[in-house]
T-cell receptor, first 115, second 115 residues
Framework: GENVEQHPSTLSVQEGDSAVIKCTYS??????FPWYKQELGKGPQLIID?????GEKKDQRIAVTLNKTAKHFSLHITETQPEDSAVYFC??????????????FGGGTRLMVKP | KAGVTQTPRYLIKTRGQQVTLSCSPI?????VSWYQQTPGQGLQFLFE???????NKGNFPGRFSGRQFSNSRSEMNVSTLELGDSALYLC??????????????FGPGTRLLVL
């Protein structure tokens, strides 16, 4: 089955700096890669996702890049703010129409943004 | 639209008991997935239901089961509870968007403590 590895497990940055979280996946058939943010006491919240026919996607301060050949994808957060502090999870799945949902998650990255 | 709701939010049980958790998906969403989140194993897929049928299943013992009702609400049941079943149980709902792509939206979770 799919295996997703995520690095680093913890990341501390100064407010205003950039943060980068990297994930690798094992199944070359995976074609959908969402990123979730989880705050204390809450469920994961989707922040951005990318599909395998796209190499990069950006939404304001957040961007995700995908390298299918190397089987890795990364989350980039620019101009970090204290409210970005949370645990971030990457995930991978094979998305075929009507074939259902089964996300395989990375181990998570605890991001701390120091004011 | 209201988000995914899960009840109860917190639960304490003793070993050997059974427990039923409930999930109400976002209105219009027909797919419901369940995940277990623990500090040691991270986020792991349990199963997914679509139109009252189990469409995908993760690698969990038969003590874990679920079902979905005609209104898309879902329940999961854990029988003969073990200490290791203590976890945050997350429900996610999704719908098929254009292009056959589904995005999962998570609820706040039910925190189960087994004593």
């Amino acid at each position: 089955g799919e295996n997703v590895e995520q690095h680093p497990s913890t990341l501390s940055v100064q407010e205003g700096d950039s943060a980068v979280i990297k994930c690798t996946y094992s199944d070359s058939a995976s074609n959908y890669f969402p990123w979730y943010k989880q705050e204390l006491g809450k469920g994961p919240q989707l922040i951005i996702d990318i599909r395998s026919n796209v190499g990069e996607k950006k939404d304001q301060r957040i961007a995700v890049t995908l390298n299918k050949t190397a089987k890795h994808f990364s989350l980039h957060i620019t101009e970090t703010q204290p409210e970005d502090s949370a645990v971030y999870f990457c995930a991978a799945s094979i998305r075929l129409y009507n074939a259902g949902n089964m996300l395989t998650f990375g181990g998570g990255t605890r991001l701390m943004v120091k004011p | 639209k209201a988000g995914v709701t899960q009840t109860p939010r917190y639960l304490i049980k003793t070993r050997g008991q059974q427990v039923t958790l409930s999930c109400s998906p976002i209105s219009g969403h027909r797919s419901v997935s369940w995940y277990q989140q623990t500090p040691g194993q991270g986020l792991q897929f349990l199963f997914e239901y679509f139109s009252e049928t189990q469409r995908n299943k993760g690698n969990f013992p038969g003590r874990f089961s679920g079902r979905q009702f005609s209104n898309s609400r879902s329940e999961m049941n854990v029988s003969t509870l073990e200490l290791g079943d203590s976890a945050l149980y997350l429900c996610a709902s999704s719908t098929v968007a254009s292009g056959g792509q589904e995005t999962q939206y998570f609820g706040p979770g039910t925190r189960l403590l087994v004593l």
